[in-house]
Each structure stands twice: as structure tokens, then as C-alpha cells.
């Protein structure tokens, strides 16, 4: 590594911030592994900060950080320190950032990330190093499939998961043929493949499957293609920046009013303010919508609002039930996270009252969770009803029993 390679790892990959103390040096650390209970649990941060998925990124992070105040800064009567590396959603760098959290800055737990193959290599390094891992986003269906290891916990959705249920959706709302978008990377694959397996098995077929590399924004000649086509409707992934970008030329064409759009629910989830009435009659699929109305959600949306002055969204509350999850592990060994089997039992055992509705884990350590149909209306995404229940991946490849 040149001088000027770790001048930019040092300014700009690794951030650092607390909820007691300050934690990343240039120089690395002496080994002092926090066996005890009374030293801080280095809690590691690796998500996109900038790019197009900093937003998600930074509500991840809100959200974790939020439930970590409210209790005390303390996880199971363990204090918490975070260390942070901005991974950019670059899954050619991930792999040394990952490398880095858990060798260099010695994280005890690492929350990560938002990009399904930058997870992927993060899952490696994990696997490898029995590094504990929680993935508050990332969809790749691997990570609890055939990756699937004790270590690695998922408090977001497999890709799978949240676009399933969508081919049934549409299906039954009279949808004959359809054209599929999205980026092409692992998520995109897998969000359309699901919803494709459950479409066509019942009937329906994908007359195209247009896709452009992430993160690419240039849509035109895909906008073109479809109104060429004129297929009933769009079933879609794109999220952040992208997805922005997507709504807003597709009703700028005018397909607003002739091809209904649909996607997964992250086409429009935490996008709505920028995207405007572009956004207008949006159908997705997601674990989650604006208006729960359960007390965990009214809370959870109030307290997030005065914390960041924003609007929670998934991002957030996927953020905010990582740390949830970590709490049930650490209370369960009283802080000690040497005490990895009880902590790990506890964690696969775990019944989270979340904001999104019950949430639990199979085997393989992927939320089982209700997936919801939700439509844009007022500037949020309103629960039309639930598309299926208690969804749970199957996890292929998985050997967890
Ligand atoms: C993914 O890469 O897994 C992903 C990114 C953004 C939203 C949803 C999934």
C-alpha cells in the first residue's frame, strides 16, 4: 500500500463515531480482547455512506443508533462503541474493508451492509474469522443459504423473500404479461427471478427482462423498450438514488398512465419526498409500510423523527432491530459475548416485537415476517393488505439444522 493509498483508506473509508468514546487511530490497537465485561463492545458499522445507497446507509445507521440510546448506550448492560468504514457499495473493495474492521479496528460484531455483493464478500471474511455478523439489508440469498453459518444473522429480508409474493399479486390483479427492470447485480437477479418463479407458475409470463449495471441511471432506452412493448404491467428493482431516478423518467414518459409500475417495495420506500407525485399509485411488496399501526411502529416512527428529523423507513427500522437483536443476545450472557453459543441460542430464539409487525428467524437466521402490499398514497406507503404471511425463506443450501 502506497502513502497516498492509506492517506484516502484513513480519510475517507474510515469514519469513526461512539456512543461513549472515540475509537479509530491511524496506529492499530494493542490486542486486548474485551473479555471484560466492564470494557465497551466495538461494534463495527461497514455501510454505504456515500454513493447511491448513502441514504440507506445512514438510516441503517440512525436506526441502530437510536435503539442503542434508548437504552442507555448500553446493549445487556454492555457499553457500545462503534467503529465505521463507508464501503461505498463497491463489492470490489469489500473484502479488504471487512478484512480491515475485523483484523485492524478488532470490531466484536460487525453490522453490515446495504449491497447484496459487497455483503457476500463480507460473509466470507466472516465465516472465515467466526466474526459475529449482523446484515441489516442486504438480500443476497445465499448469505442464509448456502453460506449460511451460527455467526451470521439477518434482521433485513432475503431477496427472495420480499418479491415471492408479488408474482401472486399481480396474478391475481389480472396482469397477463409483464416486462421486468432492474440493475444488474445479485439483487436485481434475485428480486425479479422470485417474483418470475411465482408469476409464471401461475400463468403469467415475462415478455422482457431489461437490465442495466448497477448503479448505472441512464433508463431511457429501457423507458423506450416498454412503451415499444406495451406489456400490462412493470415489475421492478431499483432502490436510493436509482430508484429516484427510475419513478421520475417513467412518469416523465407518461407510462405512469398507461403501464402500471410496480416493484419491490424499495422503488419507493424512503424515496417518496424526492421522487413527488411520480410516485403517485406505486404498488410494491415489502416487510414493512408507513402506517402500521401498531404501537411498536407509532413509537418507533416518533422517537426516530426526534432523533433525525426525518421520516423512518425500512432502512431505519432494519437498523434498528439489528440492534434489538444484538440486545436479546448480550442480555441473554449478561454482556459477555465470549459466551458465543448461549448468545448465538438466544439470538436464533429471538421474538422481536418490531415496528414492521413479529419478527423471527428460521434455522438458517432470516427473519420470518409478513410481507405486505402497499400502495403510494399521501406521500407514504399505505398497507393495502397483507400479500403473504409469516413469509420464511427457504434457505437452499443451507446445512444449519
Ligand atoms: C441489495 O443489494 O441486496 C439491496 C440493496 C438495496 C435495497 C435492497 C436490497
Redesign the pocket.
Known amino acids: 500500500m502506497t502513502k497516498n493509498d492509506k492517506f484516502k483508506l484513513t480519510r475517507r473509508t474510515l469514519l469513526t463515531s461512539a456512543a461513549g468514546v472515540a475509537t479509530f487511530a491511524a496506529a492499530p490497537r494493542l490486542f486486548t480482547p474485551a473479555i471484560a465485561q466492564g470494557a465497551p463492545l466495538k461494534v463495527g458499522m461497514m455501510l454505504p455512506y456515500s454513493g447511491t ?1 448513502a441514504k ?1 446507509g445512514t438510516f441503517i445507521d440512525n436506526g441502530f443508533k437510536l435503539y442503542v440510546e434508548q437504552k442507555g448506550g448500553k446493549l445487556g448492560g454492555r457499553a457500545i462503541e462503534f467503529v465505521q468504514v463507508d464501503d461505498e457499495s463497491k463489492p470490489e473493495a469489500a473484502t479488504d474493508n471487512m478484512n480491515r474492521i475485523v483484523g485492524r479496528e478488532k470490531a466484536d460484531v460487525v453490522v453490515g451492509t ?4 459487497v ?1 457476500m464478500a463480507m460473509v466470507k471474511v466472516a465465516r472465515d474469522t467466526n466474526t459475529l455478523m449482523i446484515i441489516p ?4 440469498n445465499d448469505a442464509t443459504g448456502a453460506a449460511c453459518a451460527p455467526n451470521i444473522f439477518r434482521t433485513s429480508f432475503s ?1 427472495w423473500q420480499t418479491c415471492y409474493p408479488a408474482g401472486k399479486v399481480l396474478f391475481d390483479a389480472g396482469v397477463k404479461n409483464v416486462a421486468t427492470v432492474t440493475w444488474r ?3 436485481g437477479a434475485e ?1 425479479i427471478g422470485a417474483f418470475t418463479e411465482n408469476f409464471t407458475k401461475l400463468g403469467g409470463k415475462v415478455v422482457a427482462d431489461l437490465t442495466v449495471p448497477f448503479p448505472e441511471v441512464e433508463f431511457q432506452a429501457l423507458i423506450a423498450q416498454i412503451a415499444s412493448q406495451k406489456p400490462d404491467a412493470v415489475f421492478s ?1 431499483f ?2 438514488g436509482g430508484a429516484v431516478k427510475f419513478v421520475k423518467d417513467y412518469a416523465a414518459a407518461g407510462l405512469n398512465k398507461t403501464i402500471p409500475l410496480y416493484g ?1 417495495g ?1 422503488l419507493t420506500d424512503g424515496t417518496i419526498p424526492a421522487q413527488g407525485e411520480a410516485a403517485n399509485g406505486i404498488k410494491t411488496t415489502l416487510h414493512y409500510a408507513d402506517n402500521l399501526d401498531n404501537p411498536a411502529n407509532v413509537a418507533f416512527l416518533k422517537a426516530f423523527k426526534a432523533k433525525t428529523n426525518n421520516d423512518g423507513d425500512i432502512y431505519a427500522v432494519q437498523g434498528y432491530d439489528a440492534a434489538a437483536l444484538l440486545d436479546i443476545g448480550l442480555t441473554a450472557v449478561k454482556g459477555d459475548d465470549k459466551a458465543r453459543d448461549a448468545m448465538i441460542k438466544a439470538m436464533g430464539d429471538a421474538k422481536i416485537d418490531s415496528p414492521r409487525g413479529p419478527l423471527s428467524f428460521n434455522k438458517a437466521h432470516n427473519p420470518i415476517q409478513n410481507i405486505y402490499l402497499r400502495e403510494v398514497r399521501n406521500g407514504r406507503n399505505e398497507m393495502i393488505s397483507i400479500a403473504q404471511a409469516a413469509v420464511d425463506d427457504p434457505a437452499r443450501g443451507c446445512k444449519i439444522s
Open positions: 445507497y440507506l446495504v449491497h447484496s455483493g455483503a439489508n442486504a438480500g443476497a431477496n447485480y445479485t439483487a428480486m428493482f432502490a436510493g419491490a424499495f
